[in-house]
Nanobody, 124 residues
Framework: QVELVQSGGGLVQPGGSLRLSCDASGITFTGIRFTRFIMNWYRQAPGSRRELIAGITGLGISTKYADSVKDRFTISRDNAKNTVYLQMNSLKPEDTAVYYC????????????WGQGTQVTVSS
């Protein structure tokens, strides 16, 4: 079972910043290079559906953001470390959620793997 290991998160005041990390080294056990995976960040607030908020292609050339986080969040990846990051700035209370990273092999098998989730709470 491939597991992505997340770190970061916690409690921050409105207007503050946090950085989430997602170590996808476990993917190497599939025999497929990390660069073959699109990496995404999702979040899920209580009572809400899981929402895709950011994505980055295998070589990091292209990124995409949900309107709710555009211009505040930045997704990046370090392929040498098999790691993806989510830098979150100007945080708002409505950003409070559990955040998940996802690896999906595309194009290819569409095999997907998930992180364990990490809580981000924005509150004064």
């Amino acid at each position: 079972q491939v597991e992505l290991v997340q770190s970061g998160g916690g409690l921050v005041q409105p207007g503050g910043s946090l950085r989430l990390s997602c170590d996808a080294s476990g993917i190497t056990f599939t025999g497929i290079r990390f660069t073959r995976f699109i990496m995404n960040w999702y979040r899920q607030a209580p009572g809400s559906r899981r929402e895709l908020i950011a994505g980055i292609t295998g070589l990091g050339i292209s990124t995409k953001y949900a309107d709710s986080v555009k211009d505040r969040f930045t997704i990046s990846r370090d392929n040498a470390k098999n790691t993806v990051y989510l830098q979150m700035n100007s945080l708002k209370p409505e950003d409070t959620a559990v955040y998940y990273c996802q690896a999906i092999q595309r194009p290819g098998t569409n095999a997907e793997y998930w992180g364990q989730g990490t809580q981000v709470t924005v509150s004064s």
